[in-house]
């Protein structure tokens, strides 16, 4: 089955470490992002990639890094200069993002709690 | 700067009542495109519906409908005979051009359905 899988499910973080979320999709889709989301809120984008080995800041970039080496993954490093980065953090992808606006399917979310 | 409003944080409503979830945007584009997602408790977001704003129909999708005005700059969403499985939260979210084509998302609407 086609789709977007996200690892792990659920990951706790000493103050101070860095850890990084996966995010794989089998759908041959061309551009995948990472969204954060705070509870009562709605979603932020964090970065973009509409291709490989390119990628692109969203709103709020800062504390987080990325990687685009192959078209199916798109890992997200949460820093430890990411001052508040206890969230739910969401993947997507969708079949181009160049100046057409395709639909973003998502993953089943990675929640980051920080102790 | 575009904007998607969903101004009903929570509603709830009993078993078989209709529903509707309202959607204000604001963007100075002529060309966007509208988006609904749902989010269920496990936490993953659903794709539901996605209109161009050179489309005004409506739309219907067995219990679900969509009412799209550009007059009054609105995207709602009703759901006819709600169910317990409806329970969730919803979210609107407009892609144009000043956002690169990226999504920007409503803070959503948590939808109860009471049995």
């Known amino acids: 089955d086609g789709g977007i899988t996200q690892s792990p499910k659920y990951l706790f973080r000493k103050e101070g470490q860095n850890v990084t979320l996966s995010c794989e999709q089998n759908?041959?889709?061309?551009?995948m992002y990472w969204y954060r989301q705070d509870p009562g809120q709605g979603l932020r984008l964090i970065y973009y990639?509409?291709?490989?080995?390119?990628?692109q800041k969203g709103d709020i970039a800062e504390g987080y890094s990325v990687s685009r080496e192959k078209k199916e993954s798109f890992p997200l490093t949460v820093t430890s200069a990411q001052k508040n980065p206890t969230a739910f953090y969401l993947c997507?992808?969708?079949?181009?993002?160049?100046?057409?606006?395709?639909?973003?399917?998502f993953g089943p979310g990675t929640r980051l709690t920080v102790l | 700067a575009q904007k998607v409003t969903q101004a009903q944080t929570e509603i709830s409503v009993v078993e078989k009542e209709d529903v509707t979830l309202d959607c204000v945007y604001e963007?100075?584009?002529?060309?966007?495109?509208l988006f609904w997602y749902k989010q269920p408790p496990s936490g993953e977001l659903v794709f539901l519906i996605r209109r161009n704003s050179f489309d005004e129909q409506n739309e219907i999708s067995g219990r679900y409908s969509w009412n799209f005005q550009k007059s009054t700059s609105s995207f709602n969403f009703t759901i006819t005979a709600s169910q317990v499985v409806d329970s969730a939260v919803y979210f609107c979210?407009?892609?144009?051009?000043?956002?690169?084509?990226?999504?920007?998302f409503g803070s959503g609407t948590q939808l109860t359905v009471l049995p």
């Open positions: 997507a992808s969708s079949r181009t993002g160049d100046g057409y606006t395709d639909t973003q399917y």
């Open positions: 963007t100075r584009d002529t060309t966007y495109y």
């Open positions: 990639s509409q291709i490989v080995n390119d990628f």
């Open positions: 979210a407009l892609s144009d051009s000043g956002s690169a084509r990226q999504l920007t």
């Open positions: 759908l041959n889709h061309d551009a």
